[in-house]
Nanobody, 126 residues
Framework: QVQLMESGGGLVQPGGSLRLSCTAS????????MGWYRQAPGMQRELVAT???????TYADSVKGRFTISREYRKNVMHLQMDSLKPEDTAVYYC????????????????????WGQGTQVTVSS
């Protein structure tokens, strides 16, 4: 059983900062790519930032220069440092990760699978 748990959301004023964390737990062999997504009320879930197992990062244009994604590989933890927050950043933020499991007995190859966290609310308001 593999799980993702987000933490660090809350209420912050415009221009403020928050740091989100995502911790993976359970029977983990290897984590491939990880990412943060967000969903505002009435909107579709959108990509915020991703980070590969090799540390390559990508960002949505709307957060470039304000958000920083990072990983602590030995601890299976991912962070999202959010600075210069704007009201339009208000959303539920979700952690996503792709895991790899090696071949089980009798199977020829391992498999990749995806998990989502339960989400953490970020509200930017004065």
């Amino acid at each position: 059983q593999v799980q993702l748990m987000e933490s660090g959301g809350g209420l912050v004023q415009p221009g403020g900062s928050l740091r989100l964390s995502c911790t993976a737990s359970g029977n983990i062999f290897r984590i491939n790519d990880m990412g943060w997504y967000r969903q505002a009320p009435g909107m579709q879930r959108e990509l915020v930032a991703t980070i590969t197992s090799g540390g390559v990062t990508t960002y949505a244009d709307s957060v470039k220069g304000r958000f920083t994604i990072s990983r602590e590989y030995r601890k299976n933890v991912m962070h999202l440092q959010m600075d210069s927050l704007k009201p339009e950043d208000t959303a539920v933020y979700y952690c996503n990760a792709e895991f790899f499991m090696p071949p089980a007995n009798g199977l020829p190859a391992g498999r990749n699978f995806e998990r989502w966290g339960q989400g953490t609310q970020v509200t930017v308001s004065s």
